[in-house]
């Protein structure tokens, strides 16, 4: 590895270890807590798998999840999160798995799957994740147990993984910066013939022209995977897919890829070529739809709703006079209040009492509707008159236009919410590792 732009590092391609890429995209990311996330996109030339491949180094990926996680303070488990747990359970059912396997999930998060699988009837049940309070929110949860703290690589030290049967990768592996290794390590640590069940966001469900442009480049993906470039993963490091399937996820223009592997050490398999089509239209069609909405941000005096991918990814892009017109930013997220996104300082929603008749832009694309909500909610717990709130959600190729009531606007940047259910708005939880 060697030194980047970013102050990172550059990296082979973590499917076939070819160092030969093909630079796509400069995802540049506002500094989060100090922290910059930037990187670039780039085409292995040889197995055409798609990656980061200058980025930041693993020990500020390791402080970015210590720090600034969300994965153990959600209050409950979204809709969406259900559906994919039940997707998960019913493709180990359909592949007849036995309810009595020793199963480990690695990057448990709260530990939602392990209960899913825990009401399916499967009963020995043991997680890990980096997350300081998943443990504790698993407790209070769900009643589990058996949650401990630490990372993939630290796995072996904390688990006996030969004594496992299945273990659960379940949106881990678009996470990770040291991927080939960590998981090769794993798969070496686990007993011959033993089981793997991987979820991760599936490319061939990047949507041009649909769902949040540029959003599955965020600041903690990685890798992006199709079943082609999974698989000639699995094979090169001894692993032999068993099943796949496909889950579209609704409203979201987004899905899940669902694999059942089994580690058999050996010679490694051979590598296929991945087209890559998929990646190139929606980096062209994510493009085009966010020079529109750009030209939605006010050109007067606001306040920004969000301080995540969304925004972190909006913020380099506004002009002198819209920056200069950025006054505040504030979100819900607790971890984050007190942290510097750029050059603003993060403040609890509250703080929209101090910037009355000020428009508030909503900088998120799955949770307008829930953050619409909230501050409706607030508004309606504040005395003061000025800060009643009216709100009109728009579809990114709608017109723009801003709903006004008693002072406060809010107006949003991008929104997709037509065919989504309230709590489907609040958007994949996938649970982080590092």
Not at 148 to 174: F, I, K, P, R, S
Not at 175 to 198: E, K, N
Request: aromatic share 6%.
């Amino acid at each position: 590895m060697q030194m980047n732009t970013y102050g990172g590092v550059k990296r082979a391609c973590p499917v076939c270890g070819a160092a030969s890429v093909a630079p796509l995209y400069a995802n540049s990311l506002a500094p989060l807590g100090g922290l910059d996330m930037s990187y670039e996109l780039a085409r292995c030339t040889v197995c055409g798998f798609h990656f980061a491949h200058a980025l930041p180094d693993e020990a500020q990926y390791l402080r970015y999840y210590r720090e600034l996680s969300k994965y153990d303070s959600q209050p409950s488990v979204s809709a969406i999160d259900r559906e994919r747990n039940a997707a998960a359970v019913d493709f180990c059912l359909q592949h007849k798995l036995a309810k009595n396997l020793r199963i480990l999930d690695l990057g448990c998060g709260f530990g939602a799957l392990l209960a899913a699988l825990r009401a399916a009837g499967f009963g020995s049940l043991q997680g890990l994740d980096p997350a300081p309070h998943s443990g504790r929110q698993a407790r209070a949860l769900f009643g589990l147990d058996g949650i401990a703290q630490g990372t993939l690589a630290q796995a072996h030290e904390v688990l006996n993984l030969h004594e496992v049967d299945l273990v659960c990768l379940m949106a881990v592996l678009e996470h990770l910066p040291c991927l080939r290794r960590d998981l090769g390590r794993l798969l070496q640590q686990l007993r011959p013939g033993a089981l793997l069940l991987l979820e991760v966001p599936a490319l061939e469900f990047f949507a041009a022209h649909e769902g949040e442009p540029f959003g599955e480049l965020s600041i903690e993906h990685i890798q992006f995977f199709s079943a082609a470039s999974l698989r000639n993963l699995l094979s090169s490091l001894g692993a032999v897919v068993l099943g796949q399937t496909l889950l579209p996820l609704a409203g979201l223009h987004l899905g899940s890829l669902f694999v059942l592997a089994q580690t058999a050490p050996g010679v490694p398999g051979s590598i296929q070529a991945e087209s890559p089509a998929q990646m190139d239209a929606y980096l062209a069609g994510s493009a085009q739809r966010w020079n529109v909405a750009l030209q939605r941000v006010p050109d007067q005096p606001f306040v920004l709703y969000g301080a995540g991918s969304h925004s972190a990814r909006l913020l380099p892009r506004l002009d002198g006079a819209q920056r200069r017109s950025l006054l505040a930013i504030v979100d819900g997220n607790a971890n984050l209040h007190g942290k510097r996104l750029g050059a603003w300082t993060v403040e609890p929603p509250e703080a929209l009492s101090k910037y009355p008749g000020l428009p508030v832009l909503i900088s998120s694309y799955r949770s307008e509707l829930q953050i619409a909500r909230s501050l409706r909610y607030m508004s309606s717990n504040l005395s003061r008159p000025q800060a009643a709130i009216g709100c009109v959600m728009l579809r990114v190729r709608a017109a723009f236009c801003t709903s006004v009531r008693s002072g406060l606007r809010v107006t949003v940047l991008m929104s997709d919410q037509s065919r989504v259910g309230p709590d489907q708005r609040r958007g994949l939880s996938s649970r982080a590792w590092a």
